[in-house]
């Protein structure tokens, strides 16, 4: 029996979220995932108005958050919090939309034991923001209640 060695970023002396996560795969599930996106009825006009013409350095900034995320490399700088609260309209419908296309990148990507935990990450930081974007101190987030076989199927 083999054992599993905890992936150490050289960005940071903290432990990787999985030992099976790579960079290479955070930038093809970024890469994927957006792609996705992009051609998603509800959620596209949400970005493509947000975004408009400056896909590459949000692909880009997403990779260094994912990594950051995933890896624990402690690259990302940015404030998702208030950039996420500007958005308008955005519904609890968008937010399990994008839950349901990150579930089916990250389970389509990463190792079995490695995607669960990638989405479980995503459901975090998707709750979070949504909370955020709530004025009631006392709100529920919402229970998402996404299972892998709640994924798109290709």
Not at 21 to 42: L, P
Not at 98 to 112: E, K, N, P, Q, R
Request: aromatic share 10%.
């Amino acid at each position: 029996m083999s054992k599993m060695t905890h992936h150490i970023h050289p960005r940071s002396a903290r432990i990787a979220l999985h030992p099976t996560i790579t960079e290479e795969q955070i930038s093809e599930m970024v890469e994927t995932f957006y792609a996705r996106v992009q051609k998603d009825d509800a959620l596209a006009p949400i970005f493509a108005n947000n975004i408009q013409n400056t896909w590459p350095v949000h692909l880009e900034r997403m990779k260094v958050f994912w990594r950051s995320v995933l890896l624990k490399s402690g690259e990302y700088k940015g404030q998702p919090v208030p950039i996420h609260q500007k958005i308008d309209g955005l519904t609890e419908e968008n937010f399990k939309q994008w839950l349901i296309l990150f579930a089916d990148t990250a389970y389509s990507i990463f190792h079995s034991d490695a995607a669960p935990l990638v989405f479980g990450a995503a459901k975090n930081i998707a709750t979070s923001l949504w909370l955020t974007r709530n004025q009631d101190p006392f709100a529920q987030p919402p229970k998402w209640q996404l299972k892998p076989n709640d994924r798109i199927e290709k």
